[in-house]
């Protein structure tokens, strides 16, 4: 399927239709940013690994019956997808301490969660995506209690998943972030992607970090990262 006109750019990918009204194709580009679009730089050969990432993490789930926006692979940087309307809700998972959960909440870094933390923040890039409960959501209209408990229960389950994928692979799933949409039946599907960009992995023996967190410190080795966690999970 060819790629026709371009209908949005953010900061890691482009979104163009295609000749079919229901398919859009999402292109990864290598740009990186954090802290909100503060830092910004490029990784190479970003927009190929998270785009060839993403695509095993999606398989893989769709095995399991979780419904993704996937569809296939056009080109190395670019992904077939289902159109959705993309819901204003960022679903996040946490099986381990770190981040804003340290700096936020006096968590010890690193520590394990003995119960998964499951948070929603709203897609907002003017308001710095805040964190938000059900009832802002419900009060701002962006999502319905079902829909909320559908994301709940999906994201939970694609966290039992592939944690067990991952540490098959030597990894750990410290926490990682899911974008759902509504297909055109207005069933909530997940959609964006699963990359290291959008999920933190560490190495399950040294805890070396292998995902944006290097970027976002400049850690360096980055696109060694990238690399390593294709690899990783490239792996029968
Ligand atoms: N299947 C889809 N249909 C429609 N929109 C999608 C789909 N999958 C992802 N998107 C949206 O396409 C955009 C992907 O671009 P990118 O990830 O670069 O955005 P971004 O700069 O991170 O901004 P955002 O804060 O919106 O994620 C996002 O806004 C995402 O919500
Ligand atoms: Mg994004």
Redesign the pocket.
Same mark, same amino acid.
């Given at each position: 399927m060819e790629k026709k006109e371009l209908i /949005? %750019? #953010? *900061? @890691?990918?482009? /979104?163009y239709t295609t000749e079919d009204e229901a398919l !859009?194709i999402?292109e990864f *580009?290598d740009d990186a940013?954090a802290f909100n679009g503060v830092k910004k730089g490029s990784i190479s050969k970003k927009g190929e690994i998270n785009c060839a990432i993403s695509s095993i993490f999606f398989e893989y789930l769709e095995s399991y019956h979780v419904p993704t926006?996937f569809i296939q692979i056009q080109a190395p940087n670019e992904m077939l !997808?289902?159109? !959705? =309307?993309?819901v204003l809700i960022e679903a996040v998972m946490r099986n381990i301490a770190t981040g804003s959960l340290v700096k936020r909440l006096g968590f010890q870094d690193g520590k394990a969660l003995d119960h998964p933390v499951f948070e929603i923040y709203l897609?907002n =890039?003017d308001l710095g =995506?805040p964190l938000i409960n059900e009832y802002h959501a419900y009060a701002l209209g962006i999502a319905l209690p079902d829909e909320i408990r559908s994301i709940f229960r999906i994201t939970a389950k694609v966290n039992a998943i592939l944690k067990s994928f991952l540490e098959r692979r030597g990894l750990i799933l410290v926490d990682f972030k899911l %974008?759902f #949409?509504r297909d055109e039946k207005g069933e909530l599907i997940i @959609? =964006? %992607?699963i990359s290291p960009d959008t999920c933190r992995f560490w190495d399950r023996k040294t805890h070396k970090k292998l995902d944006k967190d290097r970027f976002r410190f400049d850690m360096g080795g980055v696109d060694q990262a990238y690399q390593e966690i294709l690899e990783r999970i490239s792996k029968i």
């Open positions: /949005l %750019e #953010g *900061k @890691a990918k482009r /979104l !859009v999402q *580009k940013s926006h !997808v289902k159109k !959705v =309307d993309i897609k =890039d =995506d %974008e #949409g @959609a =964006d %992607e």
